[in-house]
């Protein structure tokens, strides 16, 4: 007898840890047979072609196959998955509590990143909910001023020696063909909302979520109570005492990690979440924003002070909510401000993207796709917009930005926080200087640290595989590895999918890497189901037109 033994009824095909963007886009991506949203023209095409050809008898030509109809693959129920999130029983739970927390009236990303399997361009219709993203459109190079502008800095650096290879990371010039004007806008919170609930309903999937967090994760032999049998899969237990059984599993919990915090500088003071905190206690509801010291202190017309440490885009909204309270905040950066429309290039989702997308997939090592993901992201960028609504806070005299500075020591008394700020800019010397506050507030992020999980060290004990600076080295399919079925999408499955990967664009290329390798086993696992046609393969990019003459005698 097993030691695992599950109840039929919390036995299902797959199990999705997260229920942020990367987990609803997968749920839906498996309970879809034919995912538009990747396809081209052409490709929608052939697929109408096969669709319609499919029932008919066609002619076979000497040598090949007789069975040349249409095939479409197995989709999943909703009834076949169960999503566990930590945070919420719905979809999307974490990702309305930071923008809550954050009060973002817009998302970053342009329209076309959503988890919608189907249709890409489904929030045109809504342009009354869409911003423009001002200065990408139309102000781009033309192809004779790229030539020209190319060929001039080719004379100032020199041909790469032998063995080495040109880095196609380096920031390149901005091309978008402007018929794509429309793809960059941006929805609303609202709209993005009533966008996801709408893909929730389409498929079923609003009961298919629940709220619990795992504890643990194994794989071996599981017995089905009520059919008395054994199979082979995952064992989740999770924090209520449930016990849950699956034979996918897929990890979409994009936040988990190492938070950066406590700073080195706080680490001695022990702070407690009424004196500082990490956005990620925000984003839990661990505490409010603003802290109960800000707003007790607004109540009382009191002068309330603030630090923000960090330069990406959550500080500089934390810092615009602040600032219109009525609060003195000072924004503390490691280095400069870097502004950018996205956390990435904009080659990475412009005209020329593939050719990005290629020379990282091209790369031999995942010590090299690290280092162009980190040089892709850069880290601590915030958007033009919140930038410029920064800098009329600071000419209000409501926020002072102190760049190349740390906290070097703190000591928290009555009076609040008093801190010692070092300060270092290139070419300078260095010097302190002493910095009174009411709280402290560090917008510094995650680090990826997937060997850290808990509920995962039965598997990365039993079934190692190799990592590269916190991140798993997955097969191409996004899977642990060729004998556990166990995927992950989203920002763990970096090395594989590139600096998008956390984002809405990588959490869609997740789900269809993911859902099209688990439905082609479970189709291959139903003997009643034939293998997919050669045809719809090359639909669906599996084969080259090239493998129907294999077949053929000369």
Known sequence: MSENIVSRENYFEVVIVGGGPCGLATASRLCEATAGSIYTEDEHQRFHWLRQRGPKSAKVLR?????????LPTKLKASDILVLDAVSDSFMGQWNNQFESCQIPTLRSPMFFHPDPVNIDGMITREKDLLEIQNVVGKEYSKHQQKRIIKKNAKKQASPLKGESRNDDRPGLIDINMRDYRDYYRPSTKFFRDFCEDIVDRYGLRSSIRKDRVVSL????????????????FTIRTASGKVYGCENCVVASGHDGIINYPLP??????????????????????ISFPPPVITSKLAEKKCASLVIVGGGLTSAQLAHISCDLGVKVTLLLRSFIKIKHFDFHLDWVTKYKNLKKSSFYMLDTDEERLQLIHDAREGGLMNPEYYKKLQKHVKKGMLQILDYSSIKQAQHGEEGWCLKIAEKRPDQEAREYDLQTDYICCATGISPNVQGLEYLQPIIRNFPIEFCGGLPCLTHDLRWSEELPLYMVGKNAALRVGPTSANLDGARVGAERVGWKIQNDYNEARPETLPLSTSLQIALNAQNRYSVLQGVEC
Do not use: S, W
């Open 63 to 71: 040598g090949a196959k007789k069975d040349i109809r249409f095939e």
């Open 218 to 233: 194994t794989y071996g032999d599981i017995e089905i109570m009520e059919e008395n049998k054994i199979v082979t899969g």
């Open 265 to 286: 500088g706080l680490k001695d003071a022990n702070p407690t979440l009424e004196q500082a905190c990490h956005t990620t206690h925000l984003f839990n509801r661990n």
